[in-house]
């Protein structure tokens, strides 16, 4: 009983010996698979080509406020402006009360309600308009009386 024991620990350890290693060809295989699949991991083109496409789009482009916008219609005064505005903090920004008019078209649309800074010398009375069609401006000239 003890042989039959031995040989089968025998025949086990022969089968474990005998077990064959993978090919080389197979290992080196293993090994470029693992090389190709981190570097395309550890790789991000996006990040190549949206500077690309930034470079590329911003040249034609300018910004205002949140929004990119074509130069084309600009004119020179309207993208000199556009740089200064830009260099404000965001407070400064909300605190300038001028925008150039060809940017307020390309913005608002050429037929838009959008109020639109005029200079002039004269002064304007306005106080008349708004009696009549002011709810409020009436309301506080009879409290005010």
């Known amino acids: ?23 080389l060809w197979m290992v080196l295989a293993a090994i470029i698979v693992c090389i190709v699949t981190a570097a395309c991991f550890l790789t991000d083109p996006d990040e190549e080509r949206t500077a690309e496409s930034e470079t590329n789009e911003t040249d ?15 004119s020179e005064e309207t993208i000199e402006w556009l740089n200064w505005f830009n260099q404000l903090s965001p407070q400064g920004q909300l605190a300038v009360n001028f925008v150039p008019w ?6 608002n649309g050429s037929h838009s309600d959008a109020p639109v800074t005029v200079e002039t ?3 304007a009375d306005l106080s008349s308009d708004l009696e009549e069609t002011d709810p409020l401006f009436v309301e506080a000239k009879r409290w005010a009386s």
Not at 61 to 71: M, S, V
Not at 102 to 107: A, F, G, K, Q, R
């Open 102 to 107: 060809d940017l307020n078209e390309l913005v």
């Open 60 to 74: 034609n482009k300018i910004q205002y406020l949140d929004r990119w916008y074509n130069r084309e219609g600009l």
């Open 1 to 23: 009983m003890e042989t039959n024991h031995y040989l089968h620990i025998k025949n086990r350890v022969k089968r474990v010996l005998n077990n064959q290693k993978p090919a």
């Open 121 to 123: 010398d004269e002064k």
